[in-house]
């Protein structure tokens, strides 16, 4: 595989220019698409991702093999690699989300005035979307459906260590837009892996309407420092699972090492757990934890559980490990708990494990996060999970949309009003 050409700037802006002129052309035509023309587009998709799936799996192999010979990390790894059961999923995915309620035209509030105005308020699409994101190819497929179904045209551009796998994926996308007969231009992959080509789509004012980053630290910050355009992005998954002094071992001690240790590089892994310094079995999470092959690293008093917890520093409860790492403290019941994820949370998602009813109320009313969970594993943090078919991302900000980001996500509104020649007086 050839490696990708370092392009100048100016090359790189008057490409993004061409592709979200086309976008916004493909986004016009989109938004007045009928809803069986979008889903027919996703379900032959989902078929080409079958067909041709020895050719995707070809390519991620490559992938894969080149980011083992980079060094990249086994969370990053796991992250980029694609077996036939996640192919699968991916397919199965786009036949969710082509099945989902089209959210364009839906009325959101009706309204009729004393003075016989009649106010509608209807969902319409945001028009183009461009997303940049790292390692998981899954994001071609997973983005581009919402984009579609959701009347968006859309512009990927995926990281370097993933480009034959985006490329495969996004050719069977194509095949399904065709056979539905809509523009080849509402998913478009930017064909190149320069950085200069993020630049030039986060300045994109006019062509593109939202930028959506997927990826690490880094990238976001790089997007929220650069972008021109509005962004809908999520900060760390710094991600805390408390254990109250009223919970149920048999539930915490498999609710905590699922958390933490089913998949180490996803957003909605646990990064941090918080033991009420009351609870009965604190030695049992540590030693489940260390047990299936994860480093604890805590406090003084969670070292004092068992000699194979390393000391905790300062930065390590500001850190999104995505990795067999986890740091664990003892805290103060409820109340220490909320301190601590007010302190250290970066709003993504937290999670109380308890029997008592009325601790739970309070922790899911108080925590400020986008998600915050009551006797489950925060893995759960994921938008086909809460049966919105796929995610486009997880928006940990306030404004727009907050939590797992699909179809009602990538939609705004506006107002329609219908008189009969009133005037104002």
């Known amino acids: 595989m050839t490696e990708a050409v370092a392009i100048r700037p100016t090359d790189a802006v008057a490409l993004i220019t061409e592709m979200g002129q086309r976008a916004r052309a493909a986004a016009t035509r989109l938004a007045a698409t009928p809803t069986a023309d979008k889903a027919h587009a996703l379900l032959e998709a989902a078929r080409a991702i079958r067909a041709q799936d020895k050719a995707i799996l070809a390519a991620n192999a490559e992938d894969v093999s080149r980011a083992q010979a980079n060094g990249l990390s086994a969370a990053m790894i796991d992250r980029l690699a694609l077996n036939p059961a996640r192919l699968e999923a991916m397919a199965a995915g786009l036949e969710a989300v082509a099945a989902l309620p089209d959210p364009v035209g839906e009325t959101i509030d009706e309204r009729h005035r004393p003075n016989g105005l009649m106010l509608q308020r209807v969902r319409v699409p945001l ?7 790292e390692s998981r190819p899954n994001v071609t497929a997973d983005a581009g459906a919402l984009s579609l179904m959701s009347g968006n045209a859309c512009i990927l551009r995926g990281g370097s260590e993933a480009s034959g796998s985006n490329r495969a994926i996004h050719a069977a996308m194509l095949e399904g837009v065709r056979a539905a007969g809509l523009p080849e231009d509402a998913i478009q992959l930017v064909p190149i892996t320069d950085r200069a080509a993020v630049g030039a789509m986060l300045t994109a004012q006019g062509l593109i309407d939202i930028i959506v980053p997927r990826g690490g630290k880094s990238l976001v910050a790089r997007v929220q420092d650069e972008a021109r355009v509005p962004v809908l992005a999520h900060l760390d998954g710094i991600v805390h699972l408390y254990i109250d002094a009223d919970a149920d071992p048999a539930k915490a001690v498999p609710l905590a090492v699922n958390a933490k240790m089913r998949r180490t590089g996803v957003c909605g892994a ?16 540590v030693a489940a934890l260390i047990a299936a092959g994860c480093e604890v690293r805590g406090d003084g008093a969670a070292q004092a559980l068992d000699p194979d917890v390393k000391p905790a520093s300062d930065q390590d409860w500001d850190c999104e490990y995505l990795d067999s790492i986890v740091s664990l403290a003892i805290v103060d019941g409820i109340d220490g708990a909320m301190a601590h994820i007010a302190r250290h949370s970066s709003h993504h998602t937290d999670a109380i494990i308890t029997e008592d009813q009325a601790k739970a109320d309070r922790f899911l009313a108080q925590v400020d996060s986008a998600i915050v969970m009551h006797n489950a594993s925060t893995q759960f943090a994921d938008g086909g999970e809460f049966g919105l078919g796929a995610e486009i991302g997880i928006s940990t900000g306030r404004l727009h949309a907050r939590g797992p980001v699909a179809l009602e996500g990538l939609t705004t509104y506006k107002w329609l009003v219908r008189g009969s020649g009133q005037l104002r007086p």
């Open 127 to 133: 028009g183009v979307i461009g997303i940049i994101y």
């Open 270 to 285: 646990t990064e941090t757990i918080l033991i009420d310094r009351a609870y009965a079995a604190p030695k049992a999470i």
